[in-house]
């Protein structure tokens, strides 16, 4: 990989991680109100839903940071030479 590409491709994935965390914030906080008022069963099932698309979420999270870093180290290693 170029440079340029390196950069546009750590924009793009910095760009997700940051959707991604927004995303995480508002389901997090659509599932706190859940649990807050479980008066039926559908709100048992959106729950179960909820909690099953924030843990494969928070993994997205983390394997993007992970994908960032990595481009990270690569970009400064063609920055200086190595």
């Known amino acids: 990989m170029t440079e340029k590409s390196l950069e ?6 910095t760009e997700l991680l940051k959707l991604l965390w927004f995303t995480v914030i ?3 906080g659509g599932i ?3 649990l807050l008022k479980l008066d039926n069963p ?12 924030e843990i494969i979420l928070a993994t997205l999270v983390i394997h993007f940071f992970l994908e960032v ?5 690569k970009l400064d290693k ?4 190595g």
């Open 69 to 73: 870093n990595k481009l990270l180290r």
């Open 32 to 34: 706190v109100g859940l």
């Open 8 to 13: 546009e491709r750590i924009k793009f994935l």
């Open 42 to 53: 559908i709100k048992v099932i959106l729950l179960v839903l909820g909690i099953f698309a």
């Open 26 to 28: 508002a389901l997090g």
């Open 78 to 81: 063609l920055n200086n030479g």
